[in-house]
């Protein structure tokens, strides 16, 4: 009875099932994470947080491990909506029943309404005779396959109605005649009383008379008027038994006639809803058409809750015969909406039609072609429900263009809106998984690359990215070779095989360092191609200027000190300069010793050999100051 | 005789013998006092080898002697009433010698950059303000025109 209550929604939750795509579909993505076995860490499992929003629009979730769709705040429980969807596939599937046996079936039934709505519409009751012949229609309507015994089972019914109410008139015949021999005994009696009395009141008048004899009549009549009282009593109890047993049998007729009618209409069987509803006043002619129903069910609260009345068996010929002029109506519409190209529309109408009005005419005949186009408009529909859960926007976004091309009506701006933002957010988060892994950071690059590919699988960036991670992964060797020989200093060997050490460039850092170090030996191969060219222009000095150069090089930047290249020419342009390196060597250590006499001289000398010398020019002003200034 | 006629003869070589080499020693030992007792002629001007004051220049300082040189003023550099002069001597190429003009030393003329001039000078060990030495300095005593 339960299931009851939600035969007004089902419309409700038809509407809400298939509506447009975006109110079917997981925005967060929870099903499909789900179903990948993918860690969920939404807040919306706990339902605590709102669904979410983009560009400031709540987007409908649909979880479809418990068919409830949250939405503006609310949650619909579309509960039976899987099982009208594939009631929906199946019935698309099915080809239209257009047999002889089934176009017959149909006549028939047509019949038989037309024959119940006459004689409905007529004021006198309809005997016997009328009842006897509809339950003759609907057995011979039993027979279809299609109907699935449901006609039989109201003829059925009505048959059992019938035979309560023939037992009943039976008893009620029967109380008649037993009234008629009341009637009789009770004149009988009175008729015995009278003589008795007459005959006492006579021997008081004549004492002493015929008395022995008045007393014998006296007694005869006793024993007779006792016999018939005691009849009477036994007749009157049968009439009590009697009018008990109709009285009960009435009800229970009634309940199970009910019982039957009402499931007819929770079967979706208006036609014999119909009828068994119009029937039923001439099967119980007390004129109480009321329900029985518990005034606490689910069924009763249905009722009284859309018509504010008590329930009555024309409430369900009223409900019936108004959902059959819905599904009509819907499937007209479907008619109408294909006509115009709009799928959209013609799909919701015909779920509606087929979820409320499955076994109706009009539903069990609509023609195969239309159904193809609808089924074919279904399909897409459910693949983009699918790609959406499987968070594949451009899939959803390709079938969006089909069902455009499919339907006029269709509107995908929600959808487009919605697929548009989920790739740029992905998008988004690789070009920054991007920087975090040039940048060396790989922790900030895994959790924003796990992100992209959370948010769109499918990114074919993420393909991209994946290569570009292979590659660099396929470089570690170089990338350790690097950094040992950093760590070594070997800047000339990095240099020497810069080539093959450019991979590492896939690494921000080793790219600085990389840098650092071509540039590093680069500059110090043209310096020291420009101090051999002084050289050899000036044998003299020039050998001076180099050696000082160099030596000043050493003392700024000590990575010079490793580089052998470097080293060698140092050591090469020493020996050439050997007496100007040695008269500033022998100056600094006299300078040292505080024999300053000797270490200006020696600056001196060292100047001589080379006039341009800083060191010398530093040595002679710094040991002249101490020598000027000191007291002798 | 023969035998006695040869002894003769060889003790007569051994004496000339003696006497040619006491000679030579006594010539050596005059020699090296002359080199090695300066002091009888201590207050005189020597003539200065620039390449042994570079060397050590403190010893120069410890012998307390008075040098007499001559040299061109190639610099000077001036600092409160003190100069210090640089002068090439002519057979020390590549040598400069630092010579220091006290501010108090009264000299006959002035001393110009260019100018070859007759420097008397001694070597002494000074103190800087930290009293640290400041070893083997050349001073100027007098300057003269040659």
């Known amino acids: 009875m339960k299931t009851f209550r939600y035969i007004p929604l089902i419309p409700l939750m038809i509407c809400a099932a ?204 006793t024993f007779r008027i006792a016999s018939n009282t005691a009849e009477i009593a036994r007749l009157r109890a049968q009439q009590g038994t009697n009018v008990a047993a109709n009285q009960a049998a009435l009800p229970l007729a009634k309940l199970n006639y009910q019982s039957v009618v009402l499931g007819f209409l929770l079967q979706r069987r208006y036609d014999h809803a119909v009828i068994g509803a119009r029937v039923y006043r001439h099967l119980f002619r007390d004129g109480d058409t009321r329900l029985d129903l518990d005034e606490n069910s689910d069924a009763y609260k249905t009722f009284t809750g859309i018509t504010g009345m008590p329930p009555t068996i024309n409430t369900i010929d009223s409900f019936a015969s108004n959902a059959r002029r819905e599904v009509d109506q819907s499937i007209d519409a479907v008619h109408g909406a294909l006509a115009q190209n709009k799928l959209g529309e013609a799909t919701n109408r015909l779920i509606t039609a087929v979820a409320t009005g499955e076994y109706m005419q009009s539903v069990a005949t609509f023609p195969a072609e239309q159904r193809r186009r609808i089924a074919a408009y279904w399909q897409l529909r459910k693949r983009a429900l699918s790609a959406l859960n499987a968070r594949d926007y451009a899939t959803v976004e390709s079938i969006a263009a089909q069902m455009r091309e499919m339907d006029v009506d269709f509107d995908d701006s929600l959808l487009m809106s919605y697929t548009t933002g ?211 | 005789m023969a035998r006695s006629t040869r002894r003769g003869r060889s003790k007569k070589k051994n004496h000339g013998s003696f006497i040619i080499g006491g000679l030579m020693v006594a010539v050596i030992v005059l020699a090296g006092m002359l080199f090695l007792k300066p002091s009888a002629r201590s207050n005189e001007p020597k003539p200065f080898n620039i390449a042994q004051y570079r060397q050590d220049g403190s010893r120069f300082a410890s012998t307390g002697n008075r040098y007499v040189l001559e040299g061109k003023v190639e610099s000077i550099e001036t600092d409160g009433n003190n100069r210090l002069v640089a002068v090439s001597v002519r057979g020390n190429s590549n040598e400069l010698l630092p010579l220091l003009v006290k501010g108090d030393t009264p000299l006959q003329i002035n001393i110009t950059r260019g100018d070859t001039l007759i420097f008397d000078v001694s070597c002494r060990t000074g103190r800087d303000a930290e009293g640290n030495e400041v070893k083997g300095i050349l001073i100027v005593n007098d300057v003269s025109i040659r």
């Not at chain 1, 298939?18 to 499992?45: E, H, I, K, W, Y």
């Not at chain 1, 975090?436 to 960036?461: D, H, K």
């Not at chain 1, 051999?532 to 001076?544: N, Y």
């Not at chain 1, 040695?582 to 600094?588: D, N, S, V």
């Open chain 1, 18 to 221: 298939t509506a447009q795509m975006p109110n079917s579909f997981d925005a967060s993505g929870r099903s499909a994470q789900a179903q990948n076995g993918v860690q969920n860490d939404d807040p919306l499992r706990a339902g605590e947080s709102p669904p979410p929003q983009i560009f400031g629009m709540e987007l409908p979730l649909l979880d479809p491990s418990n068919d409830t769709v949250s939405y503006g705040g609310g949650h619909f429980d579309l509960g039976n909506n899987a099982a009208v969807r594939e009631r929906f596939e199946k019935y698309l599937s099915q080809t239209p029943d257009d047999s002889e046996q089934s176009r017959l079936y149909r006549r028939n039934m047509q019949e038989i309404l037309d024959y119940t709505e006459r004689y409905v519409r007529g004021a006198n009751l309809i005997g016997s005779r009328v009842l006897v012949k509809i339950g003759r229609g609907l057995y011979n309507l039993a027979d279809y396959p299609g109907d699935g015994s449901q006609a039989g089972v109201l003829a059925s019914a009505m048959v059992s109605a019938l035979d309560v109410q023939r037992a009943n008139r039976r008893r009620d015949q029967a109380n008649e005649e037993l009234d008629k021999e009341l009637d009789e005994l009770v004149d009988k009696t009175n008729s015995l009383t009278n003589q008795n009395t007459q005959r006492g009141s006579g021997r008081r008048n004549t004492a002493g008379g015929a008395g022995g004899s008045g007393n014998s009549g006296y007694s005869s009549h």
């Open chain 1, 422 to 632: 989920r790739k740029r957010q992905s998008n988004f988060a690789l070009r920054a998984a991007r920087q975090a892994f040039q940048a060396g950071n790989q922790e900030e690059f895994r959790r924003l690359a796990t992100e992209a590919a959370m948010i769109w699988p499918q990114n074919p960036a993420l393909d991209e990215g994946e290569a570009e991670i292979a590659r660099v992964d396929s470089f570690a060797p170089q990338m350790e070779e690097f950094r040992r020989l950093l760590e070594r200093r070997e800047f000339r060997t990095i240099y020497t095989e810069r080539e093959r050490f450019r991979v590492v460039c896939a690494d921000h850092e080793l790219e600085k360092k990389y840098t650092e170090v071509l540039e590093l030996v680069a500059g110090t191969d043209v310096l020291l191609a420009r101090l051999k060219q002084g050289v050899e222009q000036d044998r003299t000095m020039g050998p001076c200027a180099a050696w000082e150069q160099i030596t000043l090089l050493l003392k700024e930047d000590d990575r010079y000190s490793t580089d052998s290249v470097f080293m060698e020419e140092y050591n090469k342009v020493s020996s050439l300069a050997h007496d100007f390196v040695e008269a500033l060597r022998y100056a600094k250590e006299c300078e040292e010793r505080g024999e300053y006499g000797s270490a200006l001289s020696s600056y001196y000398r060292a100047k001589c050999f080379f006039n341009g010398s800083n060191l010398a020019a530093e040595g002679i002003e710094r040991v002249t100051k101490v020598i000027v200034n000191a007291q002798y």
